[in-house]
């Protein structure tokens, strides 16, 4: 009983995984870095992406308010004059640290914006790959009043 | 989804704003409803990609992401793609000014 029960399980995972459409890019992190997406620190989740290579502090820009009123949206700016390949954002504030991973082309502009949830006061990580195969850092701490992801 | 691009001293200024409700494990739970986020995000001119982000459901409901780029002159089109948790894609267009 139990055995064919374990049958039908694998069997529904299966056909699960094989009507997911290819990826639309050539370099998903959310396939290539699994880990990194339930990683519930910044360390954990930045290590998982990019190793545990030393970075360099003070190239990158963090753009966010020191305040935050609506944790449901807190808007992270990322603004460097460095040739970036890959700029991943990470937080303390949720269950899990990963928050999106940008991808940009050779000679690309690095300034981008989002808007993210916070649910507590936290740090806000930015980690990015130049495409001279350093890394690079940035930290701010953001105080949130109200929290967003649901309470 | 709303799309807005500018074309200014050969930089791209391009402005996208998704329909999604981005709900993670956790909120899924405490509202009663399906996790439902989107994953990936690329945005291609010409057929080639000028910038592309893989996503997760603590960005903000209906995500909103400024980007820039160069390369594109005005005219020209660009295409924003989307695809969530359940492999639902969404495309959308619109011309740089």
């Avoid at chain 1, 890959?86 to 690095?110: H, I, K, M």
Wanted: charged residues 25%; contains cysteine.
């Amino acid at each position: 009983m139990q055995r064919r029960k374990f049958l039908s399980l694998s069997a529904t995972a299966a056909a699960v995984a094989s009507v997911l459409p290819a990826s639309l890019s050539a370099t998903d992190f959310r396939t290539t870095a699994p880990k990194a997406w339930e990683a519930p620190s910044s360390k954990e989740a930045i290590e998982a992406l990019f190793g545990s290579a030393a970075m360099i502090d003070g190239q990158i820009e963090i753009k966010a308010p020191k305040l935050a009123e609506n944790g449901g949206a807190v808007p992270i700016g990322i603004k460097s004059n460095l040739d970036l390949a890959t700029v991943a954002l990470f937080q303390d504030a949720n269950p899990r640290s990963a928050v999106v991973v940008f991808e940009l082309p050779e000679n690309g502009v690095a300034d981008l914006m989002t808007k993210i949830k916070m649910r507590k006061t936290a740090n806000v990580t930015v980690v990015a790959k130049g495409r001279d195969g350093k890394l690079y850092s940035a930290v701010q701490k953001v105080e949130v009043s109200i929290g967003g992801c649901g309470g | 989804m709303k799309i807005k691009a500018k074309e200014k001293k050969g930089i791209v200024e391009v402005k996208i704003l998704l329909d999604n409700p981005m709900i993670g494990k956790e909120e899924s739970v405490l509202k009663k409803t399906e996790v439902d986020f989107l994953t990936h995000v690329t945005a291609k001119v010409n057929g080639k990609i000028v910038w592309e982000a893989s996503t997760g459901p603590f960005l903000s409901k209906n995500p909103y992401f400024m980007f820039n780029f160069k390369g594109a002159k005005k005219g020209d089109e660009i295409v924003i793609e989307t695809i969530d948790n359940k492999g639902k894609t969404e495309s959308d267009k619109d011309a740089i000014k």
